[in-house]
């Protein structure tokens, strides 16, 4: 079974441009996931999709956005990109209903912002 | 905020020795989980415990909940230098989703 995947590994924009990740959870999953891990830092939670609807986000501006495909991969646009959206973003998908075996997380994206 | 804390912010032993965690969180919760997390990668699931439970067990790991405290502890015994990486723990908010704590750094020297 394939675990989630995260595309793409590593993403280099420049201040004021837009970035796309995008996640494919594992099949069967539902509920997708996003979080922000600067540096050294702990993860944010930025926004849970599930069954193609955005269920919470976290505390990010608006320029932080996304989407649940019909097939519940997911996409995170981040617009208007500054030097501090530098960061490991991490999707973790789960069943909506059973989340009693915990998160399968990506190996996250890496983007970096020049 | 919901996000837990973890305690210590980092932690160094030698290897055989046990390590212990501990987290703290502010609301009720559905269920609390410990991640562990190498060299700033995705995370892996460790192991889960329910609101109703106190204490589990899976290998070297034990976990305990104590829902009054508000808070949960991870102990991983005879540890060994794989062991090094960042542990996290996360609440699980049934509605509300799914929070972070800071995590522990643990370094076990060989």
């Known amino acids: 079974e394939a675990g989630v995947t995260q595309s793409p590994t590593h993403l280099i924009k420049t201040r004021g441009q837009q970035a796309t990740l995008r996640c494919s959870p594992i099949s069967g999953h539902t509920s997708v996931y996003w979080y922000q891990q600067a540096l050294g830092l702990g993860l944010q939670f930025l926004l849970w999709y599930d069954e193609g609807e955005e269920r919470n986000r976290g505390n990010f501006p608006p320029r932080f956005s996304g989407r649940q495909f019909p097939n519940y991969s997911s996409e995170l646009n981040v617009n208007a990109l500054e030097l501090e959206d530098s960061a490991l973003y991490l999707c973790a998908s789960t069943n909506t209903w059973d989340r009693g075996y915990g998160y399968t997380f990506g190996s996250g994206t890496r983007l970096t912002v020049v | 905020s919901q996000q837990g804390e973890e305690d210590p912010q980092a932690l160094s032993i030698q290897e055989g020795e046990n390590a212990t965690m501990n987290c703290s969180y502010k609301?009720?919760?559905?269920?609390l989980q410990w991640y562990r997390q190498n060299s700033g990668r995705g995370l892996v699931h460790l192991i889960l415990?329910?609101?109703?439970?106190r204490e589990k067990h899976s290998g070297r790991l034990r976990v305990t909940l104590d829902t009054s405290k508000k808070s949960s502890s991870l102990l991983i015994t005879a540890s060994r230098a794989a062991d090094t990486a960042s542990y996290f723990c996360?609440?699980?908010?049934?509605?509300?989703?799914?929070?972070f704590g800071s995590g522990t750094k643990l370094n076990v020297k060989p």
């Open positions: 996360a609440t699980a908010v049934f509605i509300v989703g799914f929070y």
């Open positions: 609301t009720s919760i559905n269920n």
């Open positions: 415990i329910r609101s109703n439970e």
